[in-house]
C-alpha cells in the first residue's frame, strides 16, 4: 500500500505535467514578438512604405485560418454589419499606427509602450463596460502612465523623433484597446480555433479594403513604389508578417493551456527581449528614464496580473501588446 502511494506521489498532476509545455508556448509568444517587432522595424530603415507594410502583414494573417480549421469549435457567434465595419477600421488603425511607431523609436521603446496597453483597457472596460475600477487597478493605470511618461522623456539628441514615436505608439494601443473593450461588449471568450479564423478573415478583408489606399501612396510618391522595393527588402516583410502570423498561433495554443494572464507574461518578457536584441545589434541601449520607465510598465502589468479573477475580465489580462497580432477576446471573429 505504501509503495503504491509512493508512486502515485511521484506520478505529476496533470497541472504539473503542463507546466512545461505552458512555459515553452509563453517563450514562443515573446520570441514571435520580438522577432516581428525586430523585422518590421529594420525594413523601415531603407524602406519608406509603412502602409505597404502594414498591408502586406494584413494579407498574411490569411494563413491563421488553415490552423484555425484542423479543430472546429461549435460557436453560435456571428459578426453583424456593425462588427464588419468597427472591427477591421480598428485593426487597420492599430496596425498602422505600430508599424508608423517603429519607424520612429527603437523596438525596445514601442515595447515599452506596449506593456502598458493592459492599463488602458482597465479604463476603457470602467467607461464602456462600467467594471469596478479597484484599487489595484488605479494602481495599474498610475504606473503605467508614469512609465510611458519616463519612457517617451527627452534624454538628448533624437528625442524629438522618440517623442513623436511614443505618441503614435499610444496611438496603437487606444486602438487595439478599443477594439478589445468593443469585442468584450459583443462576445464571450472564443475558443483558440475560432481566434485564428477570425484573425484570418478581419486580416483578409483589412487587406482587400485598404489595396487602394496602398496603391494610391504608391503611386503618388508618399510610399516608396512596390517597384523600388530590392529583394532584401521583400523578404523582411514577408518574414516579418509570417513570424506574426506564427505569433497568433501561439497566442490561440496559449489560450488552450493556459490563463490569459499567465499568456500576458509573453509580452513583458518582450521587452527586455527587444532591448537586449537592440543593444547586440545596434548598440543601442535604453537611457536613464527609460530603465526607469519599464519597470513601472512591469508593476502595472503585476498589478492586474495578482487581480482576483472575480474581478479581472479576459478582455483586461489579455496581450494587447503587438495590435498586428490582436488576440484573445480582443481578437476579430467570424461566422
Known sequence: MQDANRAAAAVPSPRDAALPLRLAVVLLIACTQV?????????????????????????????????????RTATTDALNRSDLAIFPLLFLGANYAYVRALALASPAIVQCVFGAAPA????????WLREPFTRRRGLAVGAALCGVALVAAPSGSGSHHLTIGVVVALCAVLCAATYKVRWKSRFLAPSPD????????????????????????????????????????LVIVLGGG??????????ALGLSVASPVFVATGTILAIPGNAVVDAILDRERLGPLQLIGAPF???AFAA??????????????????NPLVDDDEGSETVV
Open 194 to 233: 475560432f481566434v485564428l479564423r477570425a484573425v484570418a478573415f478581419v486580416g483578409g478583408a483589412v487587406a482587400i479594403c485598404s489595396l487602394p489606399i496602398a496603391a494610391a501612396l504608391a503611386a503618388t510618391g508618399a510610399e516608396t513604389p512596390p517597384g523600388r522595393w530590392t529583394a532584401h527588402d
Open 120 to 127: 488602458v483597457v482597465c479604463v476603457l472596460s470602467r467607461l
Open 297 to 299: 510598465v512591469v508593476v
Open 242 to 251: 509570417i513570424i506574426d502570423v506564427l505569433y497568433n498561433c501561439s497566442i
Open 304 to 321: 492586474l496580473a495578482s487581480e482576483r479573477p472575480a474581478l479581472a475580465t479576459p478582455a483586461e489580462e489579455t496581450d494587447v501588446a
Open 35 to 71: 522577432g516581428a517587432t525586430q523585422l518590421t522595424s529594420r525594413v523601415q530603415r531603407g524602406l519608406t512604405a509603412p502602409f505597404a507594410i502594414t498591408w502586406a502583414h494584413a494579407c498574411l494573417q490569411v494563413l491563421c485560418y488553415p490552423a484555425g480549421s484542423i479543430r
